[in-house]
C-alpha cells in the first residue's frame, strides 16, 4: 500500500501543510504501527463492542479523520455499534437525507469494491434514492467473511484532500477492515466450536434425561446433566404435591434431606412461584418482584448466600404445543405447573444472555422428560400393566416350557393354600406358677421396722404351726393411739372408784334422787371402760397385725425383696409387700393372650363343647430355658378369665412399651413329674392353644384377613 500521500498532523491542518509538518518515513512508521495494533487486536478474544471501540478509535486517529462509524447487522437490519463524533455529518432532523444516507449504508453493503469514496452531495448514475447528503468526504469499507457481509465502517474526511491523499484512505481503510475480518471470522469459528458443543453436550442431555420414565431417576438426572449444560453452581427440581412442593432433586447429591432449613426454604419458595406461574431472575434485586416472592427470596438467599437465583416453572407439554404457540387462534389455556427448576449462582450475580437461554432450553426438555414421567406414573395400575407388557416374553417358543412348570407350581401352592387343611394354633405368652400362691399386703400405713425374709427365703405357713415372720412394721400413730388409750383407762377407773366411794359414804344423808344420779354416772363410766377394753383389744391386735407370717408354706417369689422394703421406708395400706409360693403344690400355665385372637378359641370351644361337654382345650407349650422339649396340658374349666385386662406389653418393636388388652388363661398340665428339677415360679413358656383344622392359606394369613374384614369390608362396603 502506498503512503506517500498520508500526510496529516495531529492537529489537522490542510493537505498542503502536512507534507512540511512530518516526514514520508515517520507517516509510513505510524501507519505500519496502526496496522499492527489492529493486528493483534483481531487476534484477541474481547466483546465486539471493545473490539469496536478499540478498532474505530485507531483507524479514526490514523486517518485524520473528523469521525467514523461501525455499522452492524442485527436481524437482517444495519444498526450503530459504534460511532466517534458521528455527530457532524449533519444530517440530523432531516427525514430525506437520513433516507438517502440509509439507502447509501445499503448500497455500499453489497457493493464489491473493498474500499469507496462518495463525495459530498453526490449520487450514483441511475440511483436517484441513495447518495451522499452531507458535506463530508464519506468513506466506506464493507467488513466480510468468508459466507457474508457482516457490516460496514463509515469515515468523515475533509474534502480539501488531493485525489492521491484520497486513493490512500481507500487502500488504509480496506486494509483495516481486511484485519478487522479475522477478528469475526476467529468469533465466528469460535461461536460455530460453542454451538457444537452446546449441541453435543444438548443431545447428551436430552438423551440421558429421556431414558428413565420413573420420576425421582428422571429428575436426578436433569439436575446433574442439567448443571454441566448450564455451567452454574446448583440445579434443583421440586415437584407439586397438593399446594405445596417438595424438593426432589439437588444435583451433586444423591439424597435430598427434606428436614433441613435449606431445603425447607427452597420449598417454600418453589411453592410461591408456582402459584404465581411466572419465571422468577434474580440478580441481588427484588424491587420489581410481588411481595410474596420477595419476602420468599429473601429468606432463602439470607440462608444460603446465594447471588443469583432462576425460577423456572414446569408445564406438561402436548406433542402439538409448538403448533399452537405459532396459531393464535388455537391456543388454549396454559395448564398449571407442576414443578419449577431452580438454578443457582453463588459467586457472581449476573445470568447473562447465554445463560438465560440455556436454562430455558433445559427447563423446556426437563417439563417433557419429567411431564412424561409423571404422566406415566398416574396411569391406573401402571404396575400391573406393565407386568402383562413385560410377560408376553414368556409365552415364546423358548420360555414356555418354563412358564408351564413355573405356573403349575404356582396353581399347585395356591390349591394347597384352598385345599389342605392345616392345623390351626393361636400363640402367645405365659409363665409357670405353683397354684397355690398368696400375696402378702400392708395391714395399715405404716414403715418397715424389720425384715426377716428375702428372695428365694423357705417359709413355714401359720397352717402347719406359728409360721415364719416374713416382715415387722412400726405404726407411729399406732402406738400413740394406744397410749392415748390407756391413759383414757386409768381417768375412767379413777372417776368410777371416786363414784363408787360417794355411793357407799354413809355419814352423807343422799336423797333418793342424788343416790340415783350417783349410780347412773356409775353405769355410764363402766360402759366407757368396757368400751375402752375392746378398743385396747383392736389395738392390741393391730399391733399383731404389724407382725406379719406368711400364711402358707413355700419360698418367697419376689426379687429383690430387701431392697424394696428396706428398714424405716414407708408403706401403705393393702400395698403390695410379696408374694409367698408353695412349690410343693401343682403347677400350672398362665397364659396372657391377647384379646384380638380370644374369638377363635372360644369359637372352637363351643364346637368341642357341642360334641362333648367335657371336652377341653388342648395346649402345648416350651419353656424358655429348655426351648428342645414340649410340655402339654389343658385349658382348665373356667380356666378362661370372663374379663380383660390392660397390660403393657414391654417387648414391642416400639421405643416405649405399648398397652394390650389380653385375657388371662389358667391350664392344667398333663405330667407334672416330667417338669425340670431347676424350674421356678414365673418361668417364660411359649404356648400354642389348638383351634382346630382350617385351610393352609387361612393359617398362614388369618391375620391379614382379620384386618381387611375390620378395616374395610365393614368400614366401608
Known amino acids: 500500500m502506498s503512503t506517500a500521500n498520508l500526510n496529516y498532523s495531529s492537529e489537522q491542518p490542510s493537505s498542503s501543510a502536512v507534507s512540511s509538518m ?10 505500519r504501527n496502526t496496522l499492527f495494533e489492529i493486528s493483534q487486536l483481531s487476534k484477541l478474544d474481547i466483546p465486539p463492542a471493545e473490539y469496536h471501540s478499540e478498532f474505530l478509535n485507531r483507524v479514526v486517529s490514523a486517518m485524520r ?5 461501525i455499522w452492524m447487522f442485527d436481524s437482517g437490519t444495519l444498526t450503530l455499534a459504534y460511532q466517534i463524533n458521528f455527530h457532524s455529518i449533519g444530517i440530523q432532523g432531516d427525514k430525506d437525507a437520513n433516507r438517502r444516507h440509509s439507502e447509501l449504508l445499503n448500497r455500499m453493503t453489497q457493493s464489491s ?26 468513506v466506506f469499507c464493507p467488513i466480510r467473511t468468508e459466507l457474508e457481509v457482516i457490516g460496514l465502517v463509515e ?10 491523499i484520497q486513493n490512500g484512505f481507500t487502500k488504509f481503510l480496506s486494509q483495516t477492515c481486511f484485519l478487522a475480518d479475522d477478528y469475526y471470522k476467529n468469533r465466528q469459528l469460535r461461536n460455530f466450536g460453542e454451538r457444537q458443543n452446546l449441541w453435543t453436550l444438548l443431545e447428551d442431555f436430552t438423551r440421558s434425561i429421556h431414558l428413565s420414565l420413573d420420576v425421582n431417576e ?51 419458595l418453589a411453592t410461591t412461584v408456582i402459584k404465581a406461574g411466572e419465571p422468577v431472575w434474580y440478580t441481588g434485586d427484588t424491587t420489581d418482584f410481588a411481595p410474596q416472592v420477595e419476602r420468599a427470596i429473601e429468606k432463602y438467599v439470607d440462608e444460603s448466600h446465594t447471588k443469583s437465583i432462576a425460577i423456572f416453572p414446569l408445564v406438561k407439554k402436548k406433542p402439538a404445543d409448538h403448533e399452537r404457540d405459532n396459531d393464535p387462534a388455537k391456543r388454549e389455556k396454559t ?33 417433557s422428560a419429567i411431564g412424561n414421567a409423571l404422566q406415566l406414573k398416574e396411569i391406573f395400575l401402571m404396575p400391573v400393566w406393565r407386568f402383562i407388557g413385560k410377560s408376553k416374553i414368556l409365552i415364546t417358543a423358548r420360555m414356555l416350557p418354563k412358564t408351564i412348570f413355573v405356573t403349575l407350581i404356582i396353581a399347585s401352592i395356591i390349591c394347597s393354600l384352598i385345599f389342605v387343611q392345616w392345623k390351626f394354633q393361636m400363640h402367645c405368652g405365659g409363665t409357670l406358677e405353683p397354684s397355690i400362691r398368696r400375696n402378702i399386703y400392708a395391714p395399715i400405713d405404716a414403715e418397715v421396722k424389720q425384715l426377716y425374709v428375702d428372695h428365694n427365703s423357705r417359709v413355714v405357713g401359720t397352717d402347719k404351726g406359728e409360721g415364719t415372720i416374713l416382715i415387722e412394721l412400726y405404726s407411729s400413730e399406732l402406738e400413740s393411739t394406744g397410749m392415748k388409750l390407756l391413759g383414757e383407762q ?11 366411794i360417794q355411793e357407799l359414804n354413809v355419814d352423807k344423808k343422799l336423797t333418793n334422787y342424788e343416790l340415783t ?32 407370717k406368711s400364711p402358707i408354706s413355700g419360698i418367697v417369689v419376689t426379687w429383690d425383696v430387701k431392697r424394696k422394703l428396706s428398714n424405716k421406708r414407708p408403706v401403705s395400706r393393702m400395698q403390695y409387700l410379696m408374694e409367698i409360693a408353695d412349690d410343693s403344690s401343682k403347677w400350672q400355665l398362665e397364659l396372657e393372650m391377647s384379646e384380638k385372637r380370644m374369638g377363635y378359641i372360644l369359637e372352637h370351644q363351643r364346637q368341642l363343647r357341642e360334641s362333648n361337654p367335657n371336652a377341653k382345650l388342648k395346649v402345648e407349650f416350651v419353656m424358655a430355658t429348655e426351648p428342645n422339649k414340649k410340655f402339654y396340658g389343658c385349658v382348665m374349666d373356667n380356666g378362661i378369665h370372663d374379663r380383660a385386662e390392660v397390660r403393657s406389653d414391654a417387648g414391642s418393636a416400639a421405643s416405649t412399651a405399648s398397652s394390650l388388652n389380653i385375657v388371662l388363661i389358667k391350664v392344667e398340665l398333663d405330667n407334672q413329674e416330667i417338669l425340670p428339677d431347676s424350674i421356678r415360679p414365673g418361668a417364660q413358656c411359649i404356648a400354642r392353644i389348638d383351634c382346630g383344622k382350617k385351610p393352609l392359606g387361612y393359617v398362614l394369613f388369618y391375620e391379614v384377613i382379620a384386618f381387611i374384614q375390620k378395616n374395610i369390608i365393614f368400614r366401608w362396603l
Not at 469515515?155 to 492521491?164: C, E, G, K, V, Y
Open 22 to 31: 512530518a516526514s514520508i518515513d515517520q507517516i509510513k512508521t505510524q501507519i
Open 113 to 138: 469494491d473493498t474500499g469507496t469514496l462518495v463525495p459530498p452531495h453526490s449520487g450514483f448514475e441511475g440511483d436517484n434514492e441513495s447518495g451522499n447528503p452531507t458535506d463530508w468526504l464519506l
Open 517 to 548: 344420779q350417783i349410780r347412773g354416772q356409775i353405769e355410764t363410766t363402766n360402759i366407757k371402760l368396757e368400751t375402752n377394753l375392746k378398743q385396747q383389744e383392736l389395738y392390741k391386735k393391730q399391733i399383731s397385725d404389724l407382725v406379719i
Open 335 to 367: 395448564p398449571n405447573p407442576f414443578g419449577v427448576l431452580l438454578v443457582e449462582q453463588i459467586e457472581s450475580s449476573k445470568i447473562n444472555e447465554r445463560m438465560r437461554k440455556r436454562i430455558e432450553i433445559v427447563a423446556d426438555h426437563a417439563s
Open 155 to 164: 469515515i468523515l474526511q475533509r474534502t480539501d484532500s488531493d485525489p492521491a
Open 490 to 500: 386409768r381417768e375412767i377407773m379413777k372417776q368410777l372408784e371416786s363414784l363408787r
Open 218 to 268: 428422571t429428575a436426578y438426572t436433569v439436575v446433574n446433566e442439567g448443571r454441566r449444560l448450564i455451567e452454574c453452581d446448583r440445579v434443583s427440581i421440586a415437584l407439586r404435591r397438593g399446594g405445596r412442593c417438595r424438593v426432589i432433586a439437588v444435583s451433586g447429591q444423591d439424597v435430598v434431606d427434606k428436614r433441613s432449613t435449606l431445603v425447607r426454604l427452597m420449598s417454600k
Open 65 to 69: 479523520a473528523v469521525g467514523g462509524a
